[in-house]
């Protein structure tokens, strides 16, 4: 099954996300495997959400899409989040039988030489590199597709900061996700 990869700490998860793994779809994927991270080397993860509250978001946000899976893997195996370790988990156990797409931002695209064995997951992989503004194109190495998917004004954080603030999420999150937020009192105190 043509498999492509969207990990991030989605804390929480929003529709931009969502809109991107559609994106993603349209190029002939299968299956788009959500991965939660346990704990990104490159970025700090803002508190508010639990490991747990963030897979029951991303679960609620994609049940009624049959094309994708939340892989919880990152998180049970704790420690730093490398994407080869990932992929070749993945492929070990037999949840991938051939070589993933591995979505990714291109506002890590500078940072991308630097990840554990950059080289070899860009072998490994088929990368495909999204669009995080609109600025201009931004330099990448490695071979890769650039996607010319939907650009979305807003992050986890500027969600994170809308809740916080009182602000109705109507259209950044999916409903259900936004009713989670609200019963659990998710994010009311967040600053960043």
């Given at each position: ?37 346990s704990n990104p080397p490159h970025k700090i993860l803002i508190g508010g959400a639990s490991d747990e509250n ?139």
């Amino acid at each position: 099954m043509k498999t492509a990869i969207l990990g991030g700490s989605f804390n929480p998860v929003h529709s931009g996300h969502i809109a991107l793994a559609e994106d993603v779809m349209k190029l002939g994927y299968e299956r788009i495997l959500f991965i939660p991270t346990s704990n990104p080397p490159h970025k700090i993860l803002i508190g508010g959400a639990s490991d747990e509250n963030r897979i029951e978001m991303l679960n609620l946000a994609l049940k009624d899409r049959k094309w994708a899976e939340v892989w919880d893997g990152e998180i049970r195996r704790g420690g730093f989040s490398y994407s080869i370790d990932t992929v070749r988990e993945l492929k070990d156990s037999g949840l991938i039988d051939s070589r993933p797409g591995l979505i990714i931002g291109d506002d890590l695209a500078g940072g991308f030489s630097s990840w554990k064995h950059a080289d070899d997951l860009a072998e490994e992989t088929a990368i495909l590199l999204a669009r995080r503004n609109s600025g201009p194109r931004v330099n990448f190495p490695y071979k890769c597709q650039r996607l010319e998917n939907t650009l979305w004004p807003y992050s986890s954080t500027d969600v994170r900061k809308h809740i916080s603030k009182g602000t109705d999420l109507k259209g950044m999150v999916p409903s259900a996700v936004a009713e989670y937020i609200e019963e659990k009192g998710l994010y009311n105190d967040a600053t960043t």
